[in-house]
Nanobody, 124 residues
Framework: QVLLTESGGGSVQAGDSLTLSCAASGGQFSRLALAWYRQVPGKERELVASISRGGGDKFYSDAVKGRFIISRNNDRRKVYLQMDSLKPEDTAVYYC?????????????????WGQGTQVTVSS
């Protein structure tokens, strides 16, 4: 069993930067493909970015491409989401997710491990 815990959310102004972290406990972290999702009340959860086990393969949604960077440190058992040039439409609860059966960074997939989420609010 893998427990994921996000941190780093907060309230910022448009144009600011924020870095989210997700720490994992239990399981074999280096065998997990990881992803960041976000959700706004009343809307479906959407994939923001994903990263392969070794970190060499990454995927970004069109909404964040060029502004967000996903990375991971397998020794520290953490995955990060660096968010630059934030926009009000980035406001959401951000979740990290992990899945041992996904081998590459994909735009889809089903993740079995989820964190509790961290709120990001961007004001104009």
């Amino acid at each position: 069993q893998v427990l994921l815990t996000e941190s780093g959310g907060g309230s910022v102004q448009a144009g600011d930067s924020l870095t989210l972290s997700c720490a994992a406990s239990g399981g074999q972290f280096s065998r997990l493909a990881l992803a960041w999702y976000r959700q706004v009340p009343g809307k479906e959860r959407e994939l923001v970015a994903s990263i392969s086990r070794g970190g060499g393969d990454k995927f970004y949604s069109d909404a964040v491409k060029g502004r967000f960077i996903i990375s991971r440190n397998n020794d520290r058992r953490k995955v990060y989401l660096q968010m630059d040039s934030l926009k009000p439409e980035d406001t959401a609860v951000y979740y990290c997710a992990g899945e041992p059966t996904i081998l590459t960074a994909t735009p889809g997939g089903s993740y079995r491990y989820w964190g509790q989420g961290t709120q990001v609010t961007v004001s104009s």
